[in-house]
């Protein structure tokens, strides 16, 4: 009887850890929806104006495209903290944050990028920022202050003469977006005093997955009915879907559900370009996460799969967009950055990559913006000769060439 007793009671034990265990993964990998206050939740409709806004602007300029607002909004945001009257207005009017502080802004990033990364354990999400100073430019301690406890930025002072210096921020955003964006600078100009980066990393594997053994190979038709073959998967399954007057939609989750890719595909006849600048708007995608929050149906998903990389100077589109004191040479108020005067932002650019295929998708982008002064009359000009150059040698009056030579590399002397 003893014997039984003690049987049972350790196969209870037993079962139960083993259903403990059996829920602990479940546990760990479970869904963290981000609660937001009243005021972020305003900030966060804002935010999706400023992405609306810039998708329909790059729409006139470019056919094809990927962008990421939020990198494009968490560079620019930590910029704007260094900026004064009117041209922190006008930043923050554009970014869509001019009903509120600094404080609410900055914290409101700060937020959703820690929650961002914990939203789902199943989905790989990775939000970095850093600051490189060219060495010996002053930035005030508020300043980074600011970026620091708010946007947790790496900040580095650099030599910007150095041919090392290309490559130590090049390094950063590779290692940050795992490799997929591996230069996002070439060189340093002279006049250049400061990069302000972000780096976004996102994979994330389909909760419902295509079969790779169904993919097969069909033509693709573009918004003027040119063809072209290219792969595509297929899968049947239950999906979030709606249909509207100009677009079936559908939502393909990841992992835990925390993300998804939402497909628009606009009705026969209707050109796409339509569709975004007349329905992609703050309002319409509110509609959109309604309906699709309401309905499901089952569905045959045939997408392409692809690979696609993209890079954007967003200045001129900035511009379109209002933007444009912080660009003007002279008009430029960057007075709380740095107490040099005459500050500006020379360079706004984004690179983004993507893949598509039947485990997911994995998506990067880099957005670096550059802060300028230019460079006087008088100002000693950089010419340093620190790589591969040429050299000639001639008469003055009549510019007859003597000598010619290219230097690459230096032989070393015999020790």
Not at 235 to 242: C, H
């Amino acid at each position: 009887m003893k014997n039984t007793w003690t049987i049972g009671l350790v196969t209870a034990i037993l079962l139960g850890l083993i259903i403990r265990c059996d829920r602990l993964p479940q546990q760990l990998n479970q869904r963290r929806d981000i609660v937001l206050t009243k005021t972020e939740q305003a900030i966060s409709a804002d935010v999706n104006h400023f992405a609306f806004n810039l998708f329909r602007q790059v729409s006139k300029e470019d056919k094809n495209y990927f962008l990421s607002p939020l990198s494009a909004s968490l560079a620019l945001s930590m910029t704007a903290n260094g900026t004064a009257g009117e041209t922190a207005l006008q930043m923050k009017d554009v970014l869509g944050f001019e009903a509120y502080s600094y404080k609410d802004m900055n914290g409101f990033f700060k937020k959703m990028s820690q929650a961002l990364i914990q939203a789902d354990k199943l989905t790989e999400i990775g939000i970095a920022n850093s600051i490189w100073i060219r060495e010996g430019f002053p930035v005030r301690e508020s300043f980074k202050d600011i970026v620091k406890t708010w946007y947790l930025a790496q900040i580095e002072e650099l030599d910007f003469s150095s041919p090392l210096a290309v490559q130590i921020i090049n390094d950063w955003c590779s290692a940050k977006t795992k490799g997929r964006i591996d230069q996002i600078i070439d060189e340093i100009p002279p006049q250049m005093l400061m990069y302000l980066i972000n780096a976004l990393y996102f994979k994330g594997t389909w909760t419902k997955s295509f079969d790779p053994a169904s993919s097969y190979k069909d033509y693709f038709y573009s918004d003027d009915n040119a063809s072209q073959m290219v792969d595509y998967m297929i899968q049947t399954e239950v999906f979030p879907y709606t249909e509207t007057e100009y677009a079936r939609i559908a939502e393909l989750p990841y992992g835990n559900e925390a993300f998804s890719m939402v497909l628009v595909l606009p009705n026969p006849g209707i050109h796409t370009d339509r569709v975004i600048n007349d329905h992609m708007n703050s309002a319409g995608w509110d509609r959109i996460i309604d309906r699709l929050a309401e309905s499901e149906r089952k569905l045959t998903v045939s997408m392409p799969k692809f690979k696609y990389e993209y890079e954007k100077d967003l200045i001129p589109t900035l511009e379109a967009m209002g933007m444009i004191l912080p660009f003007v040479e002279g008009a430029a108020d960057f007075s709380n950055l740095s107490p040099v005067g005459g500050l500006y932002i020379g360079l706004v650019k984004q690179k983004t990559y993507v893949e598509i295929n039947e485990k997911g998708t994995e998506a990067a982008a880099v957005t670096v913006v550059g802060i300028e002064k230019s460079i006087g009359p008088d100002d000693p000009l950089p010419f340093y000769v620190n790589r591969s150059f040429i050299y000639i040698i001639k008469e003055k009056s009549t510019g007859v060439i003597l000598f010619m030579g290219k230097m690459s590399f230096f032989e070393q002397e015999p020790s």
